[in-house]
Structures are given as C-alpha cells and as structure tokens.
C-alpha cells in the first residue's frame, strides 16, 4: 500500500464518529448475524491493525464490498476501501483458495468456453456436474453463471470498422468503448445496442483492444494481480484520452474501477490511469450529458409500451451521479420506469456465486427481486452486468441494460 494511500485511509479513520449509520444501511449485516458490520470490521478493528499486519477477524471476509457504507457515511470515511485492504491482507496471511483465483480472472473462463460455447454452455445446465463443482470448487450449484455468446465482441467489433487510431481533429465527435468482460464474452447484445445508439447520436465509435480491469481480483483481495491488470488496460486507452477522445463504458463497475477504485482501493495513479479517468463516462452519462447539451435526439423516439422497474446498482451509485438511465427512460415515450427502493441485489460481482455466501446473497437481494415482481413486469433494467445475471435467474425474467431500450424506441437493428 503506498504512503498516500495509507494516508488517505488513516485521515478519513479518524472523521469516524460511531454513530453507526453505516451499520443499519449495510445490507450484508441486515442479512446474517455472521457479520458485525462495516464500522466493526473496517474503522473500529483498524485502529487495531499495525499496517502491514495480520487481520485475524475472519468476519470481514462476508462484506460483499457494495461500497452502500462509503457513500451513506456523513464524515466521509472510506469504511468500504479500509475493509477492502484488511481483506487482502487476510488473503495475504491465510493464502486464496483456488476458487477465488480462478473466478476473479473472467477473461480464462471467456477464452476457454468461447470457442465451444454450445457445449459450454448446456454443460452448466447439467445438475451433476453443478454439484460437482460446488463440492470441488465451492461455487453454489445454483448460483447463475452467464451464457457464453461465442467468440468475442472487440474482435467482431475491430473487424467491421471500430479499429482506429487517436486523431484529436476528430475527438469532438469519436468515442473510445471501453466495454469490459460480461459485454466481450457474454452479452454481445448489449454491446451492440450501446454502439447502436452512440452512432445514432451522430457519433463514431471505436472499439480498441483491452483487457480486464482487475476489479474481480480486487474484490477478492488479489491486489498484487489486480493492479497489474489495471495497469496494462490503462495503458491500452490513455492515448486515446490524450488525443481528447472521451471514453464510454457500458459496465457501470468497471468504469469505477477506473475512475476511483484503482487509485483508492490499489494504491494505482500512475499519468496513464489519470488521463483515463478524466475522460471516462458511464454510457447512460454521457447520454444524459448529450441530452443536456440538446444534442441527443429525442424527436425519433418511438413507444415502448412498459412497465420497467429499473435497479441502480451499487457501483453505479458510487459514480456519484446520480440516476442518468431513470431519466433517459423518461423519454421514452409509454414507456413506465420505476426505480425499485431497495439497496443491493446481493450479487456483489463474485460474491454471491461462493457455496458459502450464496444464501446471504439472496437474502440481500430479497426486496430488490420483489421489487422486479411488483406489478408483473415483463422485464428490468439495471446497469450492471453480474447483477442482470443474478436478478434475472431469482426473478425468472430478463433484465437488460437501459440503453437496450433506448435502441428499441430508436429502432436499431443490432
């Protein structure tokens, strides 16, 4: 952890004041008594821990990292980033499980089942082979594991067109996508329809090579592996956002990632990480700035005829700007969006898939997946990939990214 770093946690350690606010708005504590709770774990016992010594409050490992603490504490404390590093200390002194290592590396499970992805995918619908890998690797045998689409979206993407090199004449109306590893592996759909409406707006699209941006190692405490990832996708955009090209992300986590996690939670601020977090926007952002600005078209926008509750996922509420995909649907003629009041979905990018948090998972997840029910909508909407998995699967119904329903009023082709 680097001196910064450590003074940024010890300054914001001492602002906390025991009023306990983070604990009755931490939906992991409200789930199980397993856990004491933000304050215990992070601020109070850290008083206690000599840096770069042991952490031997197991407990902390069942915060989910949602970061709800972080951003309802009213001295400012950064109890979800001082809970962060004790956990990677824990890993530090007892060693990750294998499970741990292999889950936060979604780029190895993309390449392996990409290429035979039919057969991969009717393989994890096969009950004895789920039980076998909760018995062997501890990922719950019903806990929801995304579909591979076959082969990957950046390559798709480079080959029609999206390929090009940072031209500054042309930055005002070029972004770069940054679109991360659900969308290259998995939901191609999403990609697609981000793309879809980006270039109805009028503006080129360019799709460059990248890689994981070590958010999955992060939260499972690999930070040593996490900042070397950050570190190679930074590289991979920072000319991009040197040349003036804005960058827009599709997935709301891995946009914070970049935008404060790394710096925060890694200890990562190198001059590449910098440019790219000053020109980095979340789609449903740069969006609504559009709208600001008048530049969006709205004058086009056919109905949609429905009833969408819509979930803001944690990591988009770390953000910190507020609800841009609530507001865009509100143009969306018919169309009834509804912003579930509830927290967490429970997922927390891998943490709800481990055999021993699954259960609590759920439970964090109950009043959003009620609130998907409510009414009997056909579909949600919410901004996160890991969460449309899992509030797909517990509602038996599909979510989908709000830009996906923007491209339906538009009527895009994919």
Request: with cysteine.
């Amino acid at each position: 952890m680097s001196h910064t770093l450590d003074e940024l946690m010890r300054d914001s350690l001492d602002h906390c004041v025991k009023c306990t606010i983070c604990e009755t708005h931490c939906p992991v504590a409200a789930a199980t008594p397993l856990f004491p709770g933000p304050k215990y774990v992070g601020p109070q016992a850290e008083r206690y821990r000599a840096p770069g010594g042991p952490s031997p409050d197991h407990s902390l490992d069942l915060c989910s990292s949602c970061g709800i603490c972080t951003q309802v504490c009213p001295q400012g404390v950064k109890i979800a980033e001082i809970n962060s590093q004790a956990r990677a200390q824990l890993k530090e002194d007892h060693g990750a499980p294998l499970r741990d290592k292999l889950i936060a590396r979604p780029t190895l499970a993309g390449r392996l089942g990409s290429p035979v992805a039919p057969i991969a995918n009717r393989s994890l619908r096969v009950r004895p082979l789920r039980v076998a890998m909760e018995k062997t690797l501890k990922i719950h045998r019903d806990a929801p594991l995304p579909a591979w689409a076959g082969g990957r979206f950046n390559r798709w993407a480079r080959r029609n067109g999206h390929k090009g090199r940072p031209d500054p004449a042309r930055a005002n109306r070029t972004v770069v996508y940054f679109h991360g590893c659900g969308v290259d592996y998995y939901e191609h759909e999403t990609a697609r329809a981000t793309m879809a409406v980006l270039e109805h707006q009028g503006v080129e699209v360019i799709v460059p090579r990248q890689g994981c941006c070590g958010l999955p190692l992060q939260s499972n405490g690999l930070f040593d592996d996490a900042r070397g990832y950050v570190r190679r996708l930074a590289g991979q955009l920072a000319p991009y956002a040197r040349a003036g090209h804005d960058i827009v992300s599709s997935s709301t986590s891995c946009g914070l990632m970049l935008k404060r996690e790394a710096r925060e939670i890694l200890g990562v601020d190198d001059d590449d990480l910098r440019a790219v977090r000053e020109r980095l926007y979340d789609v449903m952002e740069y969006l609504d700035m559009l709208h600001e600005r008048g530049e969006l078209k709205t004058d086009d926008l056919e109905p949609v005829d429905l009833d969408v509750p819509y979930h803001a996922p944690c990591q988009q509420r770390g953000h910190g700007i507020g609800t841009p995909a609530m507001r865009l649907m509100a143009l969306i003629p018919q169309l009834r969006p509804r912003q579930i009041d509830a927290t967490c979905c429970g997922v927390a990018g891998t943490y709800g898939l481990k055999r021993e948090k699954y259960d609590i998972a759920m439970a964090v997840g109950a009043p959003v997946f009620a609130g998907v029910r409510e009414g009997g909508a056909e579909l949600s909407a919410c901004d996160s990939e890991t969460c449309r998995w899992w509030i797909s699967d517990a509602t038996e119904r599909p979510s989908v990214h709000p830009v996906e329903l923007l491209r339906r009023s538009y009527r895009l082709p994919l």
